[in-house]
Each structure stands twice: as structure tokens, then as C-alpha cells.
């Protein structure tokens, strides 16, 4: 392999790997955050995301529906919108 096709190769997969983070951070603070509370508005139980308090008062914890597998999965912290 030429050194020409080594640098074309290795400048591919940098901006493949970077590239996706550059355009998942375009999203503003103030997006991601409305996006965020939009999620969480959308779920029908009391304890979406970890951090959030259940009806008695007691934070949810692993009880939450954001650390159980399967069913709804909240977007419940600013690295769950930039995934999307």
C-alpha cells in the first residue's frame, strides 16, 4: 500500500468516526433539553427516567423505566437525544 492510499484510508476513517459526533452535537442545549422533557411527558407511568421522584416521594431509581430492558425507553439524559 502506497503511502498516498494509507493517508486516504486513514482520513476516511477519521471522519467516519468523527463525523456522526460532529453532527449529534449540531443539536443546541436548549434542544436537547425540550426534547428531553418532551420524552418524558410522553410516559404514561411515574417513573420514567432514574432521577425522577415516584407518587410516594422516593427517587425511582432501577425501578425506572429508562434501566429496564424492553419496553419504553425514555430519553432521560442529554447522550440519549445525541444517540437519535
Given amino acids: 500500500m502506497t503511502r498516498k492510499h494509507w493517508l ?3 482520513a476516511g476513517a477519521a ?3 468523527l463525523l456522526p459526533q460532529t453532527i449529534a452535537s449540531a443539536k443546541s442545549d436548549s434542544e436537547v433539553q425540550r426534547a428531553i422533557r418532551q420524552s418524558i411527558a410522553a ?3 411515574s ?9 410516594a416521594g422516593r427517587r425511582c431509581g ?3 423505566a429508562y434501566s429496564k430492558p ?3 425507553a425514555p430519553l432521560c439524559y442529554p447522550a440519549d437525544v445525541r444517540r437519535r
Avoid: E, F, T
Fill in 8 to 10: 486516504a484510508l486513514c
Fill in 15 to 17: 471522519a467516519s468516526i
Fill in 43 to 45: 410516559y404514561s407511568g
Fill in 47 to 55: 417513573c420514567p427516567c432514574p432521577y425522577s421522584v415516584d407518587r
Fill in 62 to 64: 432501577g425501578r425506572s
Fill in 70 to 72: 424492553g419496553g419504553a
